[in-house]
């Protein structure tokens, strides 16, 4: 694989889609081709598992979510890297540990579902002050069921555990504390580390 695999995480409303939409635009300026793409997938597994939010739950929920992606992996991302673009996906395996276990399921027990998933070569997770996100998210017309019943400061705790648990799995992640980031700086730490790791050097 010659692209670049790169993940936006963190919880709702911290900022995900906004700095991946960003981030794929600073790629594109410089000539770097980009393959942006979401969990769950464009696909019809991915938009069933949306539609499904009321009929789909705890570990259904999680074999089904690993389940699009695999798929996600081998129909689109490795593709995608294999004809040497920098692959953006708006939530990945970090997203299963926090938002499965809001379904009461155990970190081992999703990780066991997620172990056939390449690592990505960077997974930049998003923090922010509760408070901040809790008023972003105020705004949102309507929230998903998981989105109801967890809290920004629910989710933030059991991002931070996912954190540790995926650095004890050598996981190459790196941390963005966002609290009183503009977008576009956001995006230029990410940018920074990125650069840091010299993770451009083949796609260029
Ligand atoms: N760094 C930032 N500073 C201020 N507002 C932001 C920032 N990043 C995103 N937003 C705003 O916060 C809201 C949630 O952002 P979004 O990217 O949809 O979050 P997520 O994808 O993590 O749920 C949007 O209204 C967006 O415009
Ligand atoms: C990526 C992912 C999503 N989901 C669920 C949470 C939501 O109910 C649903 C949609 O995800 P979400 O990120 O809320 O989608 P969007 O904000 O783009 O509408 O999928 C999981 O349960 N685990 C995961 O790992």
Redesign the pocket.
């Known amino acids: 694989m010659s692209g670049v695999f790169l993940v936006?995480e963190?919880?709702?409303?911290?900022?995900?889609?906004?700095?991946?939409?960003l981030l794929a635009k600073q790629f594109r300026d410089r000539r770097i081709r980009v393959h942006l793409t979401t969990e769950p997938s464009a696909t019809p597994l991915g938009r069933m598992i949306r539609a499904s939010e009321s009929q789909l739950s705890g570990r259904a929920l999680a074999l089904a979510i690993a389940a699009d992606r695999c798929a996600h992996v081998e129909r689109e991302i490795i593709p995608a890297l294999n004809s040497g673009k920098v692959v953006i996906s708006?939530r990945f395996v970090q997203s299963s540990l926090v938002l499965q276990r809001l379904d009461r399921m155990e970190l081992p027990e999703i990780w066991q579902y997620n172990r056939f998933v390449p690592s990505p070569d960077l997974s930049f997770y998003?923090e922010?002050d509760p408070n901040?996100i809790t008023a972003?998210?105020k705004?949102?017309q309507r929230l998903s069921r998981l989105e109801r019943t967890g809290s920004p400061t629910t989710e933030l705790d059991l991002y931070e555990e996912a954190y540790r648990f995926l650095g004890r799995r050598r996981w190459r992640q790196a941390k963005i504390d966002?609290r009183g980031?503009?977008?576009d700086?956001?995006v230029s730490a990410m940018i920074n580390r990125i650069e840091l790791l010299g993770l451009l050097a083949n796609v260029r």
Do not use: F, W, Y
Not at 10 to 21: C, I, L, W, Y
């Open positions: 936006i963190g919880p709702n409303g911290v900022g995900k889609s906004t700095a991946a939409v708006d998003l922010d901040t972003r998210l705004e949102r966002c980031l503009a977008p700086e956001v």
